[in-house]
């Protein structure tokens, strides 16, 4: 029965080799997760030695990070298209694909960055997260929103790695991004000293910026400077014929609208 199971492991074809070692990592990597995060918690009281601030922190980064549930299938496009791409060792379309997507989302990140943080102004955060001023001031709710809402909007830019590391079969990478975000955040807490609930909750904000970001940023050079060197996003590769293929949904969204408004102003004229 053993020698039956060894020969049915070590004969699996190129496919299945790569499915076994990305669950391996999953598993692995999931359970250092389950480690860090039993020494997570008691930092972060640690850290706010006020509840009603650190009730507050987890609020504003659970709230603001639906918003990357809303990524209107961005990085499953460039998925889909880039695996095909590499597939046919067509480095030129894949760079193309790699190339527009980063393009775009960079404008729709920086566009979106710039009108909802001056619009946060007019919003009272304090009321929104039901906390008084005399544990949070306003300055602070306002910049602490800003930094993580900033933040969250340029994920989806920095986490079109991601869907290159799954085009590549390199799942058990982005299960250690993962992780390595949990690392770096308990470091920060159990590091960084404690001030006042206004300095706790913006450092707090920034450290996790920080934390998320760093890990993708520094898996985006090494891949485009390694294994991908060829397919390096490139402004001029940038087509945008390639760009609504990525972003198909977001295009047909948009699309939609404006023939639909076409179809009303036209009927308008002819009343």
């Given at each position: 029965m053993i020698d039956k199971i060894k020969s049915k492991l070590f004969t699996q074809n190129e496919n299945n080799k790569i499915v076994i070692k990305n669950m391996t990592g999953a598993f692995i990597v999931k359970g250092m997760a389950l480690v860090i995060s039993l020494f997570t918690m008691p930092a972060y009281i640690k850290y706010f030695d006020n509840q009603a601030a650190l009730g507050l922190w987890f609020t504003?980064?659970?709230?603001?990070?639906?918003?990357l549930n809303f990524d209107l299938g961005i990085g499953h496009g460039l998925r889909n298209h880039l695996s095909h791409a590499l597939s046919q060792k067509n480095y030129k379309d894949a760079k193309k694909y790699v190339s527009s997507a980063y393009l775009a989302t960079s404008v729709l990140a920086i566009t979106c960055s710039v009108i909802f943080a001056f619009a946060f102004r007019y919003i009272n955060w304090n009321r929104v997260f039901n906390i008084t001023t005399d544990v949070i001031s306003s300055k602070a709710m306002l910049a602490s929103v800003i930094i993580v809402f900033v933040g969250i909007i340029m994920?989806?830019?920095?986490?079109?790695i991601n869907s290159v590391l799954y085009a590549m079969q390199k799942s058990t990478v982005n299960n250690f991004l993962v992780l390595a975000v949990s690392v770096l955040g308990l470091v920060y807490v159990l590091v960084a000293p404690s001030g006042?609930?206004?300095?706790n909750l913006i450092m707090m904000a920034v450290a996790h910026v920080f934390a998320v970001i760093l890990p993708l940023l520094i898996t985006s050079?090494?891949?485009f400077s390694g294994k991908l060197k060829e397919i390096r996003p490139s402004f001029r590769y940038f087509d945008m014929k390639y760009a609504k293929q990525v972003l198909g949904f977001f295009f047909?969204?948009?699309?939609?609208?404006?023939i639909s408004y076409n179809r009303v102003y036209k009927?308008?004229?002819?009343?």
């Open positions: 504003i980064n659970s709230v603001l990070s639906w918003i994920q989806f830019v920095f986490k079109l006042t609930n206004d300095r050079i090494i891949v047909f969204f948009f699309e939609y609208k404006r009927n308008r004229l002819c009343r």
